[in-house]
C-alpha cells in the first residue's frame, strides 16, 4: 500500500502543477494569448501525468484483488476516500485549463 500512497502524493503534485499552470495562464491571457497558451499546454501535460498515474494506481489495485489481495477495510476506506478526492480535483483542475483557454 505504501505505493498507492506514492502514486496519490504524485497526482496530488501534478495537480497543484496543473492549477499553477492553468491560473498563470489566465493571468496573462489578455496581455498575452500565446504565452497563456504555453501555460495551458504546460498545464494539459501536467493533467496527462495525473491522469497515467492515477490509472496505474487503480491498475494496481485491481491486479491485487485479481490476485486475491484485498485490502483491509480501512485502508480501502481511505482510498476510497483518497480516490473520490483526486476525481474531483482533476476535474476542478481541467475545467480552470478549459477556461484558461476562452
Known amino acids: 500500500m505504501l505505493m498507492i500512497k506514492d502514486l496519490v502524493e504524485h497526482i496530488r503534485e501534478e495537480l497543484e502543477d496543473v492549477k499553477e499552470y492553468a491560473e ?14 504555453v501555460y495551458a499546454d504546460l498545464g494539459m ?6 491522469e497515467r498515474l492515477h490509472k496505474s494506481a487503480v491498475e494496481l489495485i485491481d491486479r491485487a484483488r ?26 476542478k483542475a481541467k475545467h ?6 476562452s
Do not use: S
Open 96 to 101: 480552470m485549463l478549459e477556461t484558461a483557454r
Open 45 to 50: 501535460e501536467e493533467m496527462k501525468h495525473a
Open 24 to 37: 498563470a495562464a489566465m493571468r496573462t491571457r489578455m496581455d498575452d494569448p500565446m504565452l497563456a497558451n
Open 66 to 91: 485479481a490476485n486475491g489481495k484485498e485490502a483491509p477495510p480501512a485502508m480501502r476506506a481511505i482510498w476510497d476516500y483518497e480516490h473520490k478526492v483526486m476525481v474531483e480535483e482533476m476535474a
